[in-house]
């Protein structure tokens, strides 16, 4: 067994590499723009984009042509909200979004709200879940999006996406999905599903960094967004600029491997999760946050009382490679939003472990993990004066 051991397969996971193989070629033999249509460099590039297009759109029920690469699920999900808002200004301003939301969600609707629109936050009850009750009773007539995300990044809770989805289709209000985090780990069927807009990340599917794409809906409804970044008219119009090649393979075939190994790997890692998850809770006090029945295979979220988080990832050293929350927010010291929003007491939300487990995780790495956390919790709480 290799030190240190990696339990953040939330933040990022490593490029397979069969990623990887897949990729190389596409950075000096076969470097072409994909955009060059006047010569066989050209067309060579431009056949990988539109192989990849497939791989993505097979993975999630689409047609490949509803399959838009962008920079990641950031972007994605800035093109979606925004998008959304300003070509549908005619119909409403307003949108429905969930307080559990990954920041770029949050932060996008924070600016929509600058610019004059109205958002509808949704809380989450202790499980992390929301009420499709409430959800329905917040639609408006000017309400033109309803952007709950797939499965959380920090407690991996699973909404149920497809009754969200026939509550937007009965009042005529597109529905989008950020689910970065259950592409590649959950089955996923935009159609059977509902979904009006997607987003995913290839680093969060063993792809490389600095590559997503967004899902587009173009029938039953047609769905139109107003594009984010201006230039060439690259795909479709909605976000243009030289399309990164290598990357696109790289999660054309990220794709393809997750949607022929996802059901036994899944198995495989839930057994695992509930392996490490078992043995963290017979530490005095923990306690296990969100949802154990709706929830990926891979995530785990843990309370320690009379820990602190920062101390404890500390103790932790060299050994083990965790995080206390999302690591799009990990250089605040304020405790985790989703916990809070979950009723997490402060100290409680402070004293948070977020473990995700990988297609590269061993039984050896798991039991390590579960002595060495367990050690250094017992040892803080050991020195703590409550």
């Known amino acids: 067994m290799k030190l240190p051991i990696y339990l953040d397969y939330n933040s990022t996971t490593p490029v397979d590499p069969r990623v990887l193989e897949a990729m190389l070629p596409y950075f000096t033999e076969k470097f072409g723009n994909a955009?060059?249509?006047?010569?066989?460099?050209?067309?060579?590039?431009?056949?990988?984009?539109?192989?990849?297009?497939?791989?993505?759109?097979?993975?999630?029920?689409?047609?490949?042509?509803?399959?838009?690469?962008?920079?990641?699920?950031?972007?994605?999900?800035?093109?979606?909200?925004?998008?959304?808002?300003?070509?549908?200004?005619?119909?409403?301003?307003?949108?429905?979004?969930?307080?559990?939301?990954?920041?770029?969600?949050?932060?996008?609707?924070?600016?929509?709200?600058?610019?004059?629109?109205?958002?509808?936050?949704?809380?989450?009850?202790?499980?992390?879940?929301?009420?499709?009750?409430?959800?329905?009773?917040?639609?408006?007539?000017?309400?033109?999006?309803?952007a709950v995300m797939y499965a959380n990044n920090e407690i991996g809770v699973i909404q149920p996406i497809k009754a969200i989805s026939e509550i937007a289709r009965r009042h005529g209000v597109l529905f989008f999905t950020d689910a970065t985090q259950a592409v590649g780990?959950?089955?996923?069927?935009?159609?059977?599903?509902?979904?009006?807009?997607?987003?995913?990340?290839?680093?969060?599917?063993?792809?490389?960094?600095?590559?997503?794409?967004?899902?587009?809906?173009?029938?039953?409804?047609?769905?139109?967004?107003?594009?984010?970044?201006?230039?060439?008219?690259?795909?479709?119009?909605?976000?243009?600029?030289?399309?990164?090649?290598?990357?696109?393979?790289?999660?054309?075939?990220?794709?393809?491997?997750?949607?022929?190994?996802?059901?036994?790997?899944?198995?495989?890692?839930?057994?695992?999760?509930?392996?490490?998850?078992?043995?963290?809770?017979?530490?005095?006090?923990?306690?296990?946050?969100?949802?154990?029945?709706?929830?990926?295979p891979h995530t785990t979220n843990i309370s320690f009382p009379r820990v602190d988080g920062q101390a404890l990832l500390a103790g932790l050293g060299k050994d083990v490679a965790l995080s206390s929350g999302s690591a799009c927010t990990s250089a605040s010291m304020e405790p985790s939003y989703v916990l809070k929003a979950l009723g997490v007491a402060d100290d409680l939300a402070h004293s948070s472990l977020r473990l995700g487990l990988g297609r590269f995780t061993t039984d050896e790495e798991v039991d390590y993990a579960i002595g060495r956390i367990a050690d250094t919790v017992r040892n803080l709480q050991e020195e703590s004066p409550n």
């Open 185 to 296: 780990k959950v089955p996923i069927d935009v159609n059977t599903d509902g979904i009006d807009i997607l987003t995913l990340s290839a680093h969060k599917i063993y792809g490389p960094k600095g590559i997503g794409a967004i899902y587009v809906r173009r029938r039953n409804p047609r769905v139109r967004l107003g594009s984010q970044m201006d230039g060439g008219g690259h795909e479709r119009g909605m976000r243009s600029g030289t399309l990164n090649v290598p990357a696109i393979v790289g999660l054309g075939k990220a794709c393809e491997i997750a949607g022929r190994e996802m059901t036994a790997e899944a198995t495989r890692i839930a057994q695992l999760r509930d392996r490490l998850e078992a043995g963290l809770l017979k530490i005095k006090g923990a306690k296990a946050n969100g949802s154990r029945q709706f929830r990926l």
């Open 35 to 146: 955009a060059s249509r006047s010569h066989a460099f050209g067309w060579e590039g431009e056949e990988a984009v539109e192989i990849a297009r497939e791989q993505v759109a097979r993975l999630i029920g689409a047609e490949p042509k509803e399959v838009v690469f962008t920079s990641g699920a950031t972007e994605g999900d800035n093109l979606a909200l925004k998008g959304v808002f300003e070509t549908y200004g005619s119909k409403g301003n307003h949108l429905i979004t969930v307080v559990t939301e990954h920041k770029a969600v949050l932060d996008s609707c924070h600016h929509i709200e600058r610019l004059g629109g109205e958002i509808t936050w949704l809380p989450v009850d202790r499980e992390g879940l929301i009420d499709l009750a409430q959800l329905e009773t917040a639609i408006r007539p000017t309400t033109v999006l309803i």
